[in-house]
């Protein structure tokens, strides 16, 4: 009997030990260092098209109080010049690196909002080009192939712009996306396609496969109308789900119950940061102003 | 350790430019990092943490991410259960990344943006407390067959709580996020993987296979088997919607992006397609 407790309690120690151990290297790991590489030089160039570009890009992509009026005068400027600014787009995509998706998004936007004949050739070459092979070996975590598609739907739905102006070559040029292998862009095409005037749902149905009819019948709806989150607190990590509860309106919390652990976070400042903070090993804000533009 | 580089792509199409200048005070620094987890020692040396208003930083622009989960909804000050995940998102993103208390930025191998350890803990936890409140639930209710039925419901849950205690103490859960969400995705999308991780955290796996065609690779694991199993996937994809339909303080550009990644996850990561799309 004797023995079975020492037997026992030395498996227990030896638990502790190897938990113990495990525990103090994880907290021991070095953490890896990371620096800056060359970054991209402003690819704009100095005439009229290119700045009308890059205005067009800053006003699409700033919020203020007359942000809708300088997007308007900022999209008329580049309107006012769609022949020329076509060009500079495919220029420009052509400097960037392949992974400054949300650069190359921005320039596919642009053109989109041109809404002008003279976007539909580079458009279709966008939305039309093979998709690079996944150089991600996680493509759950981040997917290039994704992010490739995401840049071609986009396309997909400034092609739309054209086509629901009664452009004719905008809407052989969806139904060429629909012999594209992606169903994204299948779906994003199909969208357009049912959008635009003139176009038989019966050509759209004999264009796809069999199995991606049901593309056809997908519910365009607000998000509103979508099945949302069941009670979403009941999903959280343990020694949480008895986290403070907020009054409505209120910039306080109130805790219904004492949550076990780390405790409740609690609700941030205002977003005008009018509040004193308390942190004191917190990163401390400096005086340099963030870069907010290109770096020559 | 390991030595990484990045190179900063545009400050105004990434969504830098706009949300870098907000994050810059101190109250708000002061608060996220306090209340999100971050592990101090993974976020020197190179990371920011001596330059945290600096947008081509990484820990500027992972605050420019919880800047937009906290301030986008029109009165942000509501973050109720009971409202949409616009609303409570940020909530949900606090608490979880609160709860695992081990937020950290490293070079990654370039296969990954973010990684959540430990979800599986968590995961055992949810599904055993489950199954003892399950059987709490079918107890009879005549003496002394509700003692028994009772002390088993007491033992079940202690077992729980002892199993789960030694599962965190081996297996440390943290979240590493990569490069890749520093400087290949635009805020809204950093801002989708913290909901599609802090979903992991709340221990919900992926639970089906990529449908056929799926960009995620056809056939692979880590696709969630439909909407209604409120995955990850459809944590993200709700909030890129809700973010594209009703988001503030933003640009039309930004929302434009959300839009077409949240389409991009509907048609993709759903092994039965939940027949709706954005529009």
Known sequence: MASRWVRLSVFTLGAIAVGVYIA??????????VGPSQSPRNP?????????????????????????????????????????????????????????????FALILAASEL??????????????????????????????????TILRTMAVDGIGNLARDNNNDANEALFQCLATPSLSIHRAAVQQLLQSPNVPRERIVSALPQDEHFLLDLRRIDVREAPQVRNPQQTLASGFQASGIREPG?????????????????PPPSHTGAEQGSGHTSPRSTHNPPPTTFRS | MANCTYSVPDLNTSGDALYGPRICNQPFIDWV???????????????????????????????????????????????????????WGRRYVREQLHAINDLRAMCGDGSAI???????????????????????????????CSWVCGLITW???????????????FVPGRVELYLGFFYNKDVPGRAETLVHESRHI????????????????????????????????????????????????????????????????????????PGFTIT
């Open chain 2, 33 to 87: 990092w306090s209340t999100h987890g971050f592990n101090g020692t993974y976020w020197q040396g190179g990371w920011g943490f001596d330059d945290c208003c600096n947008n081509t930083k990484p820990l500027c622009r992972a605050f420019n991410a919880f800047w937009l989960l906290n301030y986008s909804a029109d009165d942000y000050n509501n973050e109720d259960w009971n409202n949409d995940i616009l609303h």
């Open chain 1, 250 to 266: 209120e910039g306080t919390e109130t805790h219904s119950q004492k949550a076990e652990g780390h405790g409740p976070a609690s």
């Open chain 2, 114 to 144: 973010a990684t959540t350890f430990n979800s599986g803990c968590a995961h055992y936890r949810q599904v055993s407390s489950s199954s003892c409140d399950d059987w709490d639930r079918n107890c009879c209710d005549w003496i002394p």
């Open chain 1, 24 to 33: 103090v290297s994880q907290s021991q790991r070095r953490a890896d260092s």
């Open chain 2, 202 to 273: 709340g221990g919900k796996p992926h639970n089906a296979n990529f449908p056929r065609g799926s960009v995620f690779g056809a056939g692979k694991s880590g696709a969630d088997s439909d909407w209604g199993y409120q995955g990850a996937w459809m944590y993200g994809a709700l909030y890129l919607w809700w973010f594209y339909a009703a988001g503030t303080r933003t640009t039309p550009a930004l929302r434009q992006a959300a839009k077409q990644r949240g389409n991009l996850v509907i048609d993709n990561a759903f092994a039965t397609h």
């Open chain 1, 115 to 148: 809404r002008h004949p003279a976007a539909l050739p580079w458009l279709r070459t966008v939305a039309l080009s093979r998709i690079p092979a996944e150089r991600s070996s996680d493509p759950h975590s981040f997917s290039t192939v994704a992010e490739e």
């Open chain 1, 44 to 104: 704009f160039n100095d005439n009229d098209a290119s700045r009308a570009l890059h205005d067009f890009l800053a006003a699409a992509y700033t919020q203020s109080d007359d942000g809708d009026e300088a997007y308007k005068r900022a999209l008329e400027r580049l309107r006012s010049q769609a022949e020329a600014v076509v060009p500079e787009i495919a220029r420009i995509e052509a400097t960037l690196r392949e992974t400054d998706y949300p650069t190359r």
């Open chain 2, 155 to 169: 033992v079940c849950r202690a077992w729980v709580t002892i199993t789960g205690s030694v599962c965190d103490l």
